[in-house]
């Protein structure tokens, strides 16, 4: 059964520094590219980044870091440097091959991780 499950978010302050991790079951990260996403209240799902079998990360931002530990299943995202302007539900998505950024063309969705920013 193919699962992947955010965790690491929560409530911190602006400023702070916040690692979300990806653990993925069902399949191996190998041949996968792994993006994050983010839906913040009202508005639209964003893609931020994504990491691939060439190693390949598309960064956002400066302050968000993508990486991927193949042995543990698991991406993780860097965030640094947090903004109120960064709450957001983050979610990670896979799809077989390279990395895309629509989250309608990913194959397998997580749930999500809430990550709240307060000023």
């Given amino acids: 059964q193919v699962q992947l499950v955010e965790s690491g978010g929560g409530l911190v302050q602006a400023g702070d520094s916040l690692r979300l991790s990806c653990t993925v079951s069902g399949f191996t ?9 983010r839906q913040a ?4 799902r964003e893609h ?8 390949y990360a598309d960064p956002m931002k400066d302050r ?30 896979a799809v077989a091959g390279l990395c895309i950024t629509a989250w309608i063309g990913q194959d397998y969705r997580g749930k999500g991780t809430l990550v709240t920013v307060s000023s």
């Fill in 48 to 55: 931020l980044t994504c990491i691939d079998e060439r190693g």
């Fill in 64 to 93: 968000f870091i993508i990486s991927r530990d193949i042995a543990k299943n698991t991406v993780y995202l860097q965030m640094n440097n947090l903004n109120p302007e960064d709450t957001a539900n983050y979610s990670c998505a």
């Fill in 29 to 37: 990260l190998d041949y996968y590219g792994v993006s994050w996403f």
């Fill in 41 to 44: 209240p009202g508005k639209e």
